[in-house]
């Protein structure tokens, strides 16, 4: 495991808010880049496919939240960005449900691919220098919020898109049953994501994240 020491708070602070916000907003770019691919042109015409995080920070999900978190000294932070609108009758018409399934899972693949890459970038930087040492501290928390982001996703608990992915898969061979469920359980998603993270099930969560960042290291 790398680590890296003597860094000033202050560095620390910065460095962590920019991984997170380039985790959960390449999250977010990366759902609507698909979709335009497929033909859906909502999330560009919203400007949603901009780097530009002022247009995809969430109040809560990005500032209050995470805000919390680190307050309360949380091993690490989580958060959200404002989710890119997205046509499902439109991707659905151009790609069938191979393309809804692509949509829902591209923010997940990017966050894997970009924990995959910042550990790769962390073999060439120089810790023993001061620049190559923040550096090298922006990447290994740009390693977790990203291994943290795509393990979070993954959960088949709607609206997260797993849950999606899953759904477009059941339609794609005519099992209508899970998807129905999933529209159901919808607006009480939140509610059953937080009753989770607040009790042992948890571990459900945490353990693939510390596995999985622990290989990558």
Same mark, same amino acid.
Request: glycine share 10%.
């Given at each position: ?8 708070? !202050? /560095? ?25 691919? /497929? ?18 920070? @969430? ?10 978190? /680190? ?20 991707? !659905? ?67 997260? @898109? ?8 059941? !339609?794609? /061979? ?18 059953? !994501? ?24």
């Amino acid at each position: 495991m790398i680590e890296i020491k003597g860094i000033d708070p !202050l /560095y620390q602070i910065i460095t962590l808010i920019l991984a997170l916000l380039v985790a959960i907003i390449g999250h977010e770019i990366m759902h609507g880049y698909v979709a335009y691919r /497929y033909g859906d042109f909502t999330a560009k015409n919203a400007g949603r496919l901009s780097i530009n995080p002022l247009v995809h920070i @969430d109040p809560i999900g990005s500032i209050l939240v995470p805000g919390l978190l /680190y307050i309360s000294g949380a091993p690490f932070l989580f958060g959200w960005a404002k989710p890119v609108p997205v046509d499902s009758y439109v991707v !659905l018409k151009n790609g069938g449900y191979n393309a809804g399934i692509a949509v829902s899972l591209a923010g997940i693949a990017y966050n894997f691919a970009l924990a995959i890459l910042s550990v790769l970038l962390l073999g060439i930087v120089n810790t023993e220098e001061f620049f190559g040492a923040i550096v090298a501290l922006f990447l290994l928390q740009l390693t977790l919020y990203n291994v943290v982001l795509g393990v979070f996703n993954l959960w088949p608990i709607p609206p997260l @898109d797993g849950s999606r992915a899953l759904a477009y898969g059941c !339609l794609k /061979y005519r099992f209508m049953s899970l998807p129905r469920l999933f529209g159901q359980l919808e607006p009480y998603g939140m509610i059953i !994501l937080v009753a989770i993270l607040a009790t042992p099930l948890s571990q459900w969560f945490f353990y693939p994240v510390r596995l999985i960042y622990g290989f990558l290291l």
